[in-house]
């Protein structure tokens, strides 16, 4: 059973241009959440997804960043005219949600974005 | 989503258990205590969850009080290899986010 799936694991872009980050989430799991690691600080959440539904996306930053996890195919964040300050590891989990129950989010490997 | 205190820091030598504390204080009763870590900058790794009752699976034991304001996640038998910064998270049930404090550096020496 394959794990949650980032593409691509390194990423390079100028100041200006756009980034797009990938996320396949396990088998089964219809709930995807993106965090973000700058360099030597923690994990913070920025948004989470159902399929076709933005659930929770007070975590992201207003301007020039967003989120989609369509119908078909992966969820993909967007970050429009990146800055240097966008570089981070960017890490997407995905949970299966039982009713009355709680959920396990499971992480990939991160997409390792570096703003030149 | 409640705090969670843990060490900065700690050692354990390879081969015997490693026990990393968690405090929890203001933990409610619809809140689990879920802990991850996370090995060099890879991404975090699930390792165990609880509710109220002590937990085991094929990673680690969680133990946790009776009044359920801390805990203790054990490795058995430690390697090397567990050396990371472990995360102990207080989540309610229907909640989104995992909320990740600054962890304890677990170094495992040989």
């Known amino acids: 059973n394959a794990g949650v799936m980032q593409n691509p694991r390194h990423l390079v872009r100028r100041r200006g241009q756009e980034a797009r980050l990938r996320c396949s989430p396990m088998?089964?799991?219809?709930?995807v959440y993106w965090y973000r690691q700058l360099p030597e600080e923690g994990l913070k959440f920025m948004v989470y997804l159902q399929k076709e539904n933005i659930i929770d996306e007070s975590g992201m930053p207003k301007e020039r960043f967003s989120a989609e996890f369509p119908k078909e195919g992966p969820s993909i964040l967007r970050i429009q005219q990146v800055v240097r300050g966008d570089s981070a590891a960017y890490f997407c989990a995905s949970s299966r949600q039982l009713a009355g129950n709680t959920d396990t989010q499971y992480f990939g490997p991160g997409t390792r974005l570096t703003v030149l | 989503d409640a705090k969670t205190t843990q060490p900065p820091s700690m050692d354990c030598a390879e081969g015997r258990a490693a026990n990393l504390p968690c405090n929890h204080s203001t933990i409610s009763g619809n809140e689990y205590v879920y802990w991850y870590r996370q090995i060099h900058s890879q991404g975090p790794q699930y390792i165990i969850h609880?509710?109220?009752n002590n937990e085991t699976n094929e990673m680690a034991s969680l133990i946790i009080t009776e009044d359920r304001k801390s805990s203790t996640l054990i490795l058995p038998h430690a390697t090397l290899r567990d050396t990371a910064v472990y995360y102990c998270?207080?989540?309610?049930?229907?909640?989104?986010?995992?909320?990740f404090g600054e962890g304890t550096q677990l170094t495992v020496n040989p």
């Open positions: 088998k089964g799991h219809s709930h």
């Open positions: 998270i207080v989540k309610e049930t229907s909640g989104s986010r995992l909320t």
């Open positions: 609880g509710l109220k």
